[in-house]
Structures are given as C-alpha cells and as structure tokens.
C-alpha cells in the first residue's frame, strides 16, 4: 500500500514538474531486486532505469539533479541539442561534476524531437544503474500516429561491482570469455574444412594470439527490459488491430542486441532520434547507446514475445507485447554464436602484406565477415546502415574541407584502447573551425566493433545514400576490421566528448574530444607533429 502511495505521489510530482517545466532527479544508491536477491545499485528516483523524461520540443527545460551517494556524479542527455556547459562531462567546458550532497541545474531549450536518452559520465556509474530515457514530443504532434507508445530500455545488469570488473580486464583481457573452441569445434571445422584446413585455422589463431570466439569483453550479465528480467516480464498491452511504437533505446554498457519480434514485422521510423523513412524489416542489430524507433501492428488476440539477444548468445533481453497482462509468448532458442573470421581483421596492422600469403596457404579461409553473422534465417529482412534514408532533404549537402582520420586500436593483452594511437590521458583533441564541413573516417584495426558516439552534433552517416538523404547518427556501428566515414558539420562550439560507447572501452582509454572555434574565432594550434607522434594522428590544418 505504502509503495501504491509513493508511486501515485510521484506520479502527480512528474505531471507538477512538467507543467512547471522543472524536472527533479535525485541520485542515490538502493537496493533492486532483478535476480532473485537484492543487489545495491545506483537508481534514480529510486528507480532503475530512471523515469522516462518527456519533454516537448522548444520547452524550456530546468532539471535539478541531487547527488546522494558519497562519489561526484553526473548527468549527459545524450544525442541532445545542449550549450556546451550542459553536456554533463566533467572537466569539459567547465563542468566539475557534481559533488555529494550537492546539487546542479540543468538548463537549456529542446530544439529537437523523437526518443533519446541520459546516463553518468563519472566513472563506471552507468553500469550500475545510472540512466534513464527521454521522450521529445513535436510541437504539432507526432509525425507517425499509432494508438500505443513504449519506451523500451534494454540494459544489461551484473552483481559484480564495475570497478571490479575493469580490473579483470585489465589483468586478463579474456577474463570473461567462457565460449573457448574445444575439441568437439575443432573437428567440426575438419569435417567442414579438411583435417589440414582446421589445422591451418587453429595454429594461425594461435600465432595471433587471438581466439575467434571472442565477441564480448564481458560476460554473466542479466539482460532487461525496462529494468525487468526475463521472469519479470515487462508487458506492453494493445488491442488487435492497434498501432503500438515502441521506442527501442540500448541502455546496456557492454551489450549488442540483435532485436526481433517473431510473428510481427516492425517499420522503422527513427534511428537515434532523428526521423527516416520507413522500412519494413523483420530484425535490427543495435549498438550501445543506439535508438530505434518501430512500428508493429499485432492482428491477433495473443502474447508477442519481444526478442533482444546479445550477440555473444549468453542470454536473453525478454519482454512481452499482450492483450492483458499475465501472457507470455513462446521464448525462442539461442541462435548459434557466431565466430570471428579473418574478414575481421581487415585492418588490422600488418594484415594487409599477410593477407596474400594466408589465402595462398588457405584458400578455403572464410574470408566473410564473422560479426556480421546474425543468424537471420533466409527470407528475412535485417535492418542495414544502407537501408537508413533520412526523411526530408538534409540541410547541408555540402562536401567535406577535409578529411579526419579516426584510428581505432589497442592492446588487448594489457587491455589499453586507443584513438589515434592515444588513451584519453594522452589524446590530442581534433579542432575544427565554426561550420566546417569534415569527414571522418574510422578504421578500425582491432577485432571488436565500436559505437563511436559524439556529443554535441549529429553526424551523416556514409551509407551509400546521396547527400541529401544521409542519415543523420550520434553513434555510428564501426564493425571489427573495417572502415566507416561520417560527414560532420561543425555548427556547435564547444568541446565535446568523443569516444567509443562500449563503457570499459572509454574507462581504458577510448576517448578524445572534438574543439569546434566560436564563429570568427581562429581554430587554436596544436603541437606540431614530430617523430615520436602515434601514425594516424590528426593535426588541424588551418
């Protein structure tokens, strides 16, 4: 009953606030039960995720956030529009965090719509619990009608502290990996490959010192939805017939899912926020820290099972679309794991000159990419980058001043990640002039892929769509041993974070930052290059 009266209180708290257009969130540490067991975690409003912020596009927003645990915390609304000293990243434009028992006010007008969300940027905070998500509605209403919304988090949970967990990695970088090839793998590869072509894979492995199993750096967790594990089971209700959005956001720190609802198609009407035009798919693989917006239309009277399975297929993300609460659809079997290929390596340094003399010792070497194995069975459609066109005409169909590069490495042994040959500690920050027009091309030369997210500014993503219909992202899939490129124009100053959204990828030294000049500023100078520079590294020509 208690519980009924502080929910409802909350409840009139939320509609006071954004009547008001002050929102309140309060940061504390509680105990959550998802596992069976209660578990301290980080939670918001004595929740996690956080509550569901809806906002309306040209509000003017004030969010007062409370820290009560006994470490500086913070807010970044991520994919959103903000003044720079409202990013939430300390020790950028003159954030310091915020400190325990204190509180900061977040203020800054919404200029733009659809489903984005916000997490810590202190430490490992966002792991444990510290996120939540945002719904920005257009002032005309929604573009896409449908008689049912959901937001849906997926997140990914663990008993273990984060801390902890870095310190694994760093001691073993294949601490977590449990999915090593056995024996039975092997002569399954002899009876698809020869005795000599599995014998050929294996030791080429070996001499790399990589094994193809490992796709996640981190196993063990509870995947959810909407906070709920599986047994929980978060249930969207509609009536047959309805149109029901479901607000896909991966919330997870180390996770990514690939997405379906078996029996449903789902139309895709928005990628990070930002509206495309529909396409129709029957599953979707997403990054940290992506967003998709879906329709689905059940005909039937009976439970729909919504699917997220994290690629290294060691559990399931569940939730279920029903007519009435109870129901529960079928749950269907793991797909096989997929395993890394040398098309995942392509750039890996010194594969290049390798690459003839392998395929001249294994011509039957599987050269596509491992990754990418989703396991979609024949006849369904999985949702690609290149399927993405954004809805309208973009604003600048420009082409780029320059191009950056952005190398993305590391050393997993030491487990170290790099941009451009630098941990964070050591980066220089890419400095642009106002309204620059810049690609960016990531390589990637390690064997995990990467969402690249930047703060600040959406990107265009290079998909194979004329200029004029790139998608708009602000964060961008760069699959292991490939290149993407993205065009930015740099319309926002500030210094804006930019790093990979895998979290213990940032914590171990994946991060940078973009500097874009005030309008008529000069772009500052940076350290001339000199031989002790890492290959790869970009200086700003102007």
Same mark, same amino acid.
């Given at each position: ?191 698809? /490959? ?14 790399? *010192? ?17 906070? *709920? ?9 509609? /009536? ?140 369904? /459609? ?15 169909? *420009? ?118 000049? /005030? ?24």
């Amino acid at each position: 009953m208690q519980k009924g009266i502080a929910a409802f209180c909350f409840g009139i708290l939320l509609a006071s606030s954004a009547m008001a257009d002050t929102y309140y969130l309060d940061i504390a540490r509680r105990p959550v039960n998802v596992t069976g067991s209660p578990v301290e975690a980080i939670t918001i409003n004595e929740t996690t995720p956080g509550p569901t912020l809806h906002l309306r596009e040209g509000e003017d927003v004030t969010i007062q956030v409370t820290n009560h645990l006994d470490k500086p915390t913070s807010i970044h609304w991520h994919g959103m529009l903000v003044p720079p000293a409202m990013d939430g990243v300390p020790g950028l434009n003159g954030f310091p965090g915020i400190a325990p028992g204190e509180t900061f006010t977040y203020r800054f007008r919404t200029r733009q719509t659809g489903t984005y969300w916000y997490h810590a940027h202190s430490s490992s905070q966002e792991q444990a619990g510290n996120f939540g998500s945002i719904v920005i509605t257009p002032k005309g209403g929604e573009r896409v009608r449908s008689d049912r919304d959901y937001v849906v988090v997926l997140s990914d949970f663990t008993k273990e502290d984060p801390d902890a967990i870095l310190s694994h990695l760093k001691m073993d970088d294949e601490f977590y990996n449990f999915h090593r090839l056995t024996v039975g793998d092997f002569f399954r590869k002899a009876r698809e /490959k020869g005795l000599a072509g599995a014998w050929n894979d294996s030791k080429m492995w070996n001499q790399m *010192r990589m094994t193809p199993t490992d796709l996640s750096d981190v196993s063990g967790y509870t995947f959810l939805v909407n906070g *709920r594990s599986p047994d929980q089971n978060w249930t969207g209700i509609f /009536k047959p017939g309805e149109r029901v959005r479901l607000r896909f956001i991966n919330a997870s720190a180390m996770t990514f899912f690939d997405v379906r609802i078996p029996g449903l198609k789902m139309t895709v009407v928005a990628a990070d926020g930002q509206d495309v035009e529909p396409v129709t798919v029957d599953e979707f693989r997403f990054g940290n820290a992506e967003t998709y917006d879906v329709i689905v239309q059940p005909e039937e009277d009976r439970a729909f099972t919504l699917v997220a399975e994290p690629i290294d297929r060691t559990g399931f993300a569940l939730g279920t679309l029903a007519t009435r609460e109870g129901m529960k659809g079928d749950v269907p079997p793991h797909r096989p794991r997929a395993l890394l290929t040398m098309a995942d390596m392509g750039n890996m340094p010194g594969m290049d000159m390798d690459m003839g003399s392998m395929m001249a010792e294994m011509p039957d070497m599987d050269m596509s990419s491992g990754w990418a194995k989703a396991g979609t069975p024949e006849g369904d /459609k999985a949702l690609s980058y290149a399927d993405l066109r954004y809805l309208g005409t973009q604003k600048d169909t *420009r082409k780029p001043d320059q191009e950056v590069a952005v190398t993305l490495g590391g050393n997993m042994q030491r487990y170290i990640w790099t941009i451009n040959g630098r941990k964070h500690e050591d980066a220089v920050p890419i400095r642009l002039a106002y309204g620059e027009r810049v690609r960016l091309k990531f390589t990637n030369e390690t064997m995990m892929a990467h969402p690249m997210h930047l703060h600040g500014m959406f990107v265009q993503l290079e998909n194979g769509q004329p200029a004029a219909k790139m998608p708009n992202k602000h964060t961008v899939i760069v699959p292991p041993g490939q290149s993407v490129s993205v065009l930015l124009t740099a319309d926002e100053a500030g210094q804006w974070a930019f790093h990979c959204h895998l979290m213990y990828h940032m914590l171990a030294g994946m991060m940078t930052s973009i500097e874009v000049a /005030k309008p008529g500023e000069a772009v500052p100078p940076v350290a001339s290059p000199s031989s002790t520079t890492p290959a790869g590294e970009h200086y700003h020509a102007h």
